[in-house]
């Protein structure tokens, strides 16, 4: 399985988790204390979620190509929705909710897929095992015979 890149230059392996950790307090802490001001709470998400899409693009922290793509993929659907949450209008909520079900549908999908090649790294290992324990029993019957025989 792949994950955060080890031996990367700025440690994107410690910087990562820390970064998403401290992103969700601040946008708790915004919502909570910034709930009589909410465009300054809108400004907060905006100034965060680009800070991790710029993080995002330029460091690429992921071993794995296909999770950068979607960790960038999320990232610019995040701003794009806090973008469109600054106008309280029908049709943007509507977008709103449509951008939402595709990163859902989609990320799923992403899921969905390492499952899937996971599972067939797993089912091929075990088929090699068993291959390899079939070998191994019907090289020591041939020893037992040459013994027997000997």
Known sequence: MTGLKVNHPRQVNALEPLAFFLRRITFVAAAIFFARTPLFAVLVFLAGTLAALAFALHDQPWEDSARNRQNIFN?????????????????YAHTILGLVSVVVLLNGLCMLSEATRIARLYLRRLFYRKRAEKKRVAKEELFKEINQVV
């Open 75 to 91: 990232e610019f659907i995040v701003y794009t929705i806090v973008a469109l949450s600054l106008p309280s209008d029908s049709v």
